[in-house]
């Protein structure tokens, strides 16, 4: 009954091997991690995030990625908020507009 199992175990681990190098069409092709996701230089769009791709790790997206968008979209997300705040500032300093809420 030993010799069975071993056998078994045997043949279970070959096609596991033979699946995970590619000689069984068991798994896809291996794809090439991103370096980095792309955000342009520049102001972000909407688009530009809908566009981002993260590198998958094994236990789901790469966390350092992930953390460097998030990042730079608040850095982004805070600047347009204060152009929108100091646009505002003269719109309402202009004469004869109302007060600001």
Same mark, same amino acid.
């Given at each position: 009954m ?33 370096? =980095? ?13 809908? &566009? ?21 979209? =608040? ?11 100091a646009? &505002? ?10 007060? =600001?809420?």
């Open positions: 030993l010799i069975i199992f071993a056998i078994a175990a045997a043949v279970v681990l070959f096609a596991v091997a033979a699946a995970a190098m590619g000689r069984v069409d068991g798994l896809d092709a291996m794809t090439r991690d991103l370096e =980095s996701p792309y955000l342009p230089d520049g102001p972000v769009a909407p688009v530009h995030v809908d &566009e981002i791709e993260f590198a998958v790790g094994l236990r789901g997206y790469r966390m350092d990625q992930v953390d460097a968008v998030l990042d730079r979209l =608040s850095v982004e997300l805070a600047a347009r908020d204060q152009y929108i705040a646009l &505002e500032r003269t719109i309402h300093a202009q004469p004869g507009m109302p007060p =600001s809420p």
